[in-house]
């Protein structure tokens, strides 16, 4: 801002301060929150899509959903702990567990959620790969132990509806940051899953029946429209409370943030849907659309988390 | 017993004794503070005036950094104090995106979260916060407000209706009061901020969170081989070599 603009007469100003903080929470925790959605996101589509149609419409589904969800979850648990000041402590979630705090909570759902992906990803991939290790012991258990993903499977697909939308919670609690309002977080979170994860889907679905792949670009046009109308309500339409307002204002008034929203909109949200709609049978576009979708939904993510940390507390 | 504050905005002069009063006792950081003092100034030339706003934590009774704090290492003390343990903290910085005061920094030093405790350790010796001790005006008030004897009761039983907290819609249930406050002076909403230009014109902004110094990886091998950042700590004023004094000493001078 130029400091010599003009202030209004009637406009109280700062003359002596300390700096503002800054942004505490910035780029990690946005990865943090986009590959939780993708990690979740692919068990939702592909629990989704197990219920509507059948395996051999989709015969690398079993093994690679798993597998794209337990990358996914590695990385979010791991930009989670590289973002704390304190990373060996992590243990006192576990130790000392505060449990009114949405933090702890999110954690232990997660470390839980890992666990099941974890057991359905090594048993899917040994039973995929039998000749993988074949004489191994441990190889041959696993293998053994096949009939458990489907045991496991209705848990873990329960469980990734709170493991997605925790996050919300946590930015609710933030009780500073008045954007995060539960509700609309609530859901964005969820649309973000299914958004993150049919475009994850979309990339392995190259050999799965078409009637599958229209449901794919389906439910990825139904995800960006619905989060899409959600962002542009808050965008326009924050009259209400004073400190939105401000925080909204930080985009609005243009620059940075400004330019990152509108790229996400257009990239994550705007691209995907028509492509989606109007172009569900090439498969090339397809792709491009579901790139673009985790380009946009990345920088969605950091707009969000980073403007409410923009206005001055006190 | 419920420890409050209070603080006369009609007596503070911005003379910042408190300010550098609780950095000395408390040893916080550069770049950090746990209490500071805000100029604020209003209206236009020659029809100016400028207040004076100490900040510091203000103690909710319904506290979010509590609440949000994943490990309790933000807990209640008995006499309402909220305290912090900063060995059990975690660095997850929740508190500082809960507080709706923005009265939490993270030490740069310790990498852990840090804040006001109203000097809980001088209370515990049955000494005043340093920041009370240090006001020249008495413009600090503290004690029980539980106890209708209190100095801060009466205080704030003689001054009714000119009692505030800070963003009362936050449902905090703060233990910080102010006398003479207006929404110009406690809600940061209603006054100008241009960052880095202030009465010394040009802050320099030193990064707040956590120490630059203070790499991703150093978070993992410091706890194990120590901090090797030493020569970056914020050692007090008597343990450092004072120089001038030296060349006193050499000059057989006093």
Known sequence: MDHVSTIEATKAIVTLDVAHSGIIWGWMITLNMWAKSIGTGVILVGAFLLYRHKHEEMPNLRWLMPLISFIALNVFLFFTLIDLHQPLRMIHIFTHPHWTSSITVGAWMATLFLVLVSIMMFTSFFTRFSDFRKDCAIAKAVRAKDGLYEKIFPFTVFLAFPVTMYTAIIMSQSAARELWVPGAELIQMLLAAFMVGSAALILIAEEWSESVKKELAMILALSVLFSFIMYMGEYFFSFKAAEVEATLAYVHSGGEYFTQFWAAMVLGYIIPFFIAMRMSDNRTMMKFAAVTAFIGLYLAKSTWLEIPQMIPLS | ?254
């Not at chain 2, 003092?37 to 979010?64: M, Q, W």
């Not at chain 2, 006001?135 to 407000?145: K, L, T």
């Not at chain 2, 091998?221 to 030493?230: A, Q």
């Open chain 2, 1 to 254: 017993m419920k420890l409050g504050f209070l603080v006369d905005l009609n007596l503070c002069m911005g003379c910042k004794g408190c300010e550098i009063a609780c950095k000395v006792e408390n040893e916080v950081p550069l770049s950090s503070w746990r209490l500071r003092v805000k100029y604020i100034d209003i209206g236009s030339f020659p029809d100016t005036s400028r207040s004076f706003t100490p900040l510091r934590c203000n103690h909710c009774e319904n506290a979010p950094c509590e609440r949000i704090c994943p490990v309790s290492a933000l807990h209640y003390l008995d006499n309402g104090i909220v305290n912090i343990d900063s060995e059990r903290c975690i660095g997850c910085a929740g508190c500082m995106m809960a507080c709706p005061y923005g009265a939490i920094y993270m030490d740069p030093e310790s990498n852990t979260a840090d804040k006001c405790t109203y000097c809980a350790h001088r209370i515990e010796s049955g000494l005043m916060p340093a920041c009370v001790v240090a006001c020249p005006v008495e413009a600090n008030i503290f004690g029980d407000v539980e106890d209708e004897t209190s100095q801060i009761s009466r205080y704030i039983m003689e001054h009714q209706g000119d009692i505030q907290v800070r963003k009362p819609e936050k449902h905090t249930d703060p233990k910080h009061y102010y006398v003479g406050g207006g929404n110009n002076t406690l809600n940061p909403q209603a006054h100008e901020r241009i960052e880095g230009y202030g009465l010394f014109n040009n802050i320099t902004k030193l990064d707040q969170i956590g120490s630059p110094n203070h790499s991703i990886l150093d978070r993992f091998l410091d706890p194990i081989f120590g901090n090797h950042n030493d020569h970056l700590k914020n050692e007090s004023f008597a343990d450092m070599p004072n120089e001038a004094g030296v060349h006193h000493e050499e000059k057989g001078e006093h």
